[in-house]
């Protein structure tokens, strides 16, 4: 299985933009890199997915190397309701089905 | 407000008590997992269902029992649990094999205490 790793903890000003890094080097050719981040006490929230290109949706960027070997996620004008523990999951096609195995989680503390 | 639906939010058991955590969608998705999360770590995952077969299983102990009744249930039937196995407990749906754009969609999971 591909496995990410990710800072542990990052801080951010509100309204500045939040990058956040994520390693996959072991990654596979057809593996997907996604971004989830989890509030405390409540389930993950889906943000982002990608596999070779950079993708934009209403929440966030995802920029990927063109290795693939890593990708950034970016908040463009981070709130205090951005934080968060970001993480990033390399999906896996295993035994037919696919599986999400989650990194260690970047926990993201937004600044007024 | 979450699409899939778990119950209960807390529970609290002995460690010789049997009861089961509940999960619905009725998004049609095909696929759908059991994460197990402790404090401040990720989620685990436990169990796959792929079309309501069980397709992962890592490696989880015996008192865990996963079953899939229909393609819109999971349940989890719990066992002579451990305090250890006292956590957070996630369930997640997916359109599954054969979708590209198919990302997981989470609960908000049931707390579970064992005492």
């Keep these: ?112 | 407000d979450t699409e899939v639906t778990q119950t209960p939010k807390h529970l609290v058991m002995g460690m010789t008590n049997k009861k089961s955590l509940k999960c619905e969608q009725h998004m049609g998705h095909r696929a759908m997992y059991w994460y197990k999360q402790k404090a401040k770590k990720p989620p685990e995952l436990m169990f796959v269902y792929s079309y309501e077969k069980l397709s992962i299983n890592e490696s989880v102990p015996s008192r865990f029992s996963p079953e899939c009744p229909n393609s819109s249930l999971l349940n989890l039937h719990l066992h002579a649990l451990q305090p250890e196995d006292s956590a957070l407990y996630l369930c997640a749906s997916s359109r599954g094999p054969g979708t590209e754009n198919s990302p997981l969609h989470f609960g908000n999971g049931t707390r579970l205490t064992v005492t």
């Excluded at chain 1, 006490?41 to 990927?64: D, F, V």
């Design chain 1, 1 to 112: 299985d591909a496995k990410t790793t990710q800072p542990t903890s990052m801080d951010c000003a509100e309204g500045r933009a939040a990058n956040l890094p994520c390693n996959h080097s072991t990654i596979s050719g057809n593996e997907y890199v996604y971004w989830y981040r989890q509030i405390h006490s409540q389930g993950p929230q889906y943000i982002i997915h990608g596999l070779k290109n950079n993708e934009t949706n209403e929440m966030a960027s995802l920029i990927i190397t063109e290795d693939r070997k890593s990708s950034t996620l970016i908040l463009p004008h981070a709130t205090l309701r951005d934080t968060a523990v970001y993480y990033c999951i390399v999906r896996a096609y295993l035994q037919g089905t696919y599986k999400y195995i989650f990194g260690t989680g970047t926990r993201l503390k937004v600044l007024a």
